[in-house]
Every structure is written in structure tokens, then in C-alpha cells.
């Protein structure tokens, strides 16, 4: 039933040590998000993907990197993790101004912890 | 730019008195308002969306575009509506979707 689906759902990596998150979705949302969610806080928009166009939020840090090798997939790369990248990242999917309502679903996330 | 205020970091009521959660957005266009919510360790999901002009679980928003505000209301609040709630903008060809900070609602018995 899920319609998003991230893997893992915890997921502990060294400092330093690349980590790869993934996000699957069963909708055929053309736009898909990755955000972070630290503790207590709003969901902070990392970038997005509207088809195969990547868009970067002018904030995200050169660290963050992703992929989308087609519709149903896209992976957040973290190349070198630091402390402060520890956090709830979530993925979405929505469909594009008028192809519907932008209604985002969401994953349920993944819990990353940097050791 | 696009922005979302919700000025409010935490609001708490007694259960059934009334509840507003405030919103208000910054957007050049005709952006699509939306509330989420989220429960204790559940994942985030939409509450209301302005275009459906509905009513779930006795919540309701109207979106105000002289004010730019799409304020969420509920008449008699439950315990049950305890959550993190977060309002949304969603806009541009590309639809990209911005979150306020949140508001902390908490229901005491």
C-alpha cells in the first residue's frame, strides 16, 4: 500500500563515509523532493526533481548530490558526512502544476546518524 | 520570493476549546496553500489543501488572498489533534513546495 518508500529506514554511517538514501514511488509523480528535517524543526527543501530536471535549493551544500534514474527512483548522496548532517530526511512526489493538485506525499523517511 | 509564516511555535488549548493555527504566506503569484500534519512518530500527510475548500476532521482554512493568509481553524479541539502542524506553499511552474516552521499544537485533557 505504501506509495513512497525510503530505504533504509535507520541508517548509522562514519563521519566522512559516503552514504547513499534511497526513495521509491508507486504514484508516477513526475516531481519528486528531498528534504531535512532536523529535530523539533520544518522540513528544509534540499532540492528537487520535476521530470528529469534536478533543481538545488541555493542553500543545500555542495556536499548533498543526487540522482533520478527514472521516474519511480531517486537517491540522496551525501559525500562526506558530517556531524551536523545527521537528521530525518524525507522523500516526496507530486504531480506538476497542472497535471493536478501538488498535493505531496511523503516517505516515511530515513533516520540518518553520523558516528 | 516564496515564504510561509507560521508565527506560533507552540500553541496550547484545553480539549474543547477552540483552536486557530496561524499562517501567512509571501508569493507574487496564485500559489496552491496547503496544511500538513504530522503525528508522534508518523509521517508527514496532508491535512487540507485550499483548493478543496473541505472539511477533515473538523478542521477548516480559508485562504485569504488580501491578507495572504490561510489560517487553520477547528471550533472544539481534541487530544487527539496533538501534532506538529505545518503550513505550505506550493508554486512556480515547477511546483516546488516550501513548509512554514511549524506549530506544536497540544491538547490538554
Known amino acids: 500500500d505504501a506509495m513512497v518508500i525510503q530505504n533504509p529506514r535507520y541508517q548509522v554511517t562514519q563521519f566522512g563515509k559516503p552514504v547513499t538514501l534511497s526513495c521509491s514511488q508507486t504514484?508516477?509523480?513526475?516531481?519528486m523532493y528531498w528534504y531535512q528535517q532536523k529535530s523539533s524543526q520544518a522540513p528544509k527543501l534540499l532540492f528537487h526533481?520535476?521530470?528529469?530536471?534536478?533543481?538545488n535549493e541555493a542553500d543545500t551544500p555542495d556536499n548533498f548530490q543526487s540522482r533520478r534514474p527514472n521516474t519511480s527512483f531517486c537517491f540522496l548522496d551525501i559525500r562526506s558526512p558530517g556531524l551536523g548532517d545527521a537528521a530525518m530526511y524525507l522523500c516526496?512526489?507530486?504531480?506538476?502544476?497542472?497535471?493536478?493538485?501538488?498535493?505531496?506525499?511523503f516517505g516515511q523517511g530515513t533516520r540518518l546518524t553520523v558516528v | 520570493a516564496q515564504r510561509v509564516t507560521q508565527p506560533e511555535k507552540l500553541l496550547s488549548v484545553f480539549k474543547g476549546a477552540p483552536v486557530e493555527l496561524k499562517c501567512n504566506y509571501s508569493?507574487?503569484?496564485?500559489?496552491?496553500l496547503f496544511w500538513y500534519v504530522q503525528y508522534s512518530r508518523q509521517r508527514l500527510q496532508l491535512l487540507l489543501r485550499?483548493?478543496s475548500r473541505e472539511s477533515i476532521k473538523g478542521f477548516t482554512a480559508d485562504l485569504n488572498k488580501g491578507e495572504t493568509s490561510f489560517h487553520l481553524k477547528k471550533p472544539f479541539a481534541q487530544e487527539e489533534d496533538s501534532a506538529m502542524y505545518y503550513c505550505?506553499?506550493?508554486?512556480?511552474?515547477?511546483?516546488?513546495?516550501?513548509f512554514g516552521k511549524g506549530t506544536k499544537l497540544s491538547v490538554k485533557p
Open positions: 505550505a506553499l506550493s508554486g512556480g511552474s515547477q511546483g516546488n513546495l516550501i
Open positions: 504514484l508516477n509523480h513526475n516531481v
Open positions: 526533481y520535476y521530470d528529469k530536471d534536478f533543481n
Open positions: 516526496a512526489t507530486s504531480r506538476s502544476p497542472g497535471k493536478g493538485t501538488t498535493e505531496a506525499f
Open positions: 485550499h483548493i
Open positions: 508569493y507574487s503569484g496564485s500559489p496552491e
